[in-house]
């Protein structure tokens, strides 16, 4: 498997339109989207774009807050009431492939691939088996989009 | 201020070759620069690049492995044993407004504005005032390297 693109981080909030704000407000950022709900992953979500040298897609922010009481966020907003840096996001070219290289590893996978913010196939891998970082895999949209 | 360049995440680790190694071997990184000291950080670095669909600059992930026994990113390390995502790193063109504009906004900055590790001005601001994320803002490179 080759490192793909770092597609976003992902930054929990007890508030996406207060991380909005802040995003505006204090760090200056001026591309951000809409939020949308995402409940089958348990959260809120809308996305930072960030500058690049090139004009082309940078690596994004993603703010997520709980969608509802069950959101697997709770517990890091528990720990973090500020919220923070959930996890980091790569993009890989085939997430059938990528699954399979992190099983072979012996990695352990967080649930079934399926269908991330950006509309295509992600899973999660578990921190511990990650120095310590919760590693989204998502496939790199078809379009070019991000 | 507008918000610059997601230059790079910075992740500390309790062994710099052993996330080497992850990188290369478990997420498939192939660019890695050397590890260096930054004593007066208290960090030893080095940066995987990723790559972009532009084919410049990525958003970087920093090392960072603790340089002595007074290093910083010990605390954080005593919390998190395996390591983890430390901080975020935003481009500035100009390091001394941003400093100005954070100050203006009561945001805690800590310490003088110094020289980071890709040898522009850098400063860092307190997490409990950045939405629960430790933010370092670095000026620029002028000579556009990265």
Do not use: W
Not at 20 to 29: D, H, N, P, Q
Not at 37 to 55: A, I, R, W
Not at 90 to 109: C, N, P, S, Y
Request: charged fraction near 20%; include cysteine.
């Amino acid at each position: 498997m080759k490192l793909g693109r770092l597609n976003h981080i992902g930054v929990a909030t007890p508030s996406i339109s207060d991380s909005i704000t802040y995003y505006r407000e204090v760090m200056g950022a001026s591309d951000i989207t809409e939020p949308f709900d995402l409940p089958e992953q348990g959260v809120k979500v809308c996305f930072v774009n960030t500058p690049t040298d090139s004009g082309m897609n940078g690596t994004q922010i993603e703010l997520i807050e709980p969608f509802d009481e069950s959101s697997p966020i709770n517990g890091f907003l528990a720990k973090n009431p500020a919220g923070g840096q959930h996890h980091v996001c790569h993009e890989v070219e085939d997430i059938e492939q990528a699954r399979a290289h992190f099983e072979g590893l012996g990695k352990r996978i967080l649930g079934p691939t399926r269908i991330g913010a950006h509309g295509t196939p992600i899973f999660f891998l578990h921190p511990k088996d990650m120095m310590g970082q919760l590693t989204e895999i998502m496939e790199t949209p078809k379009d070019g989009a991000h």
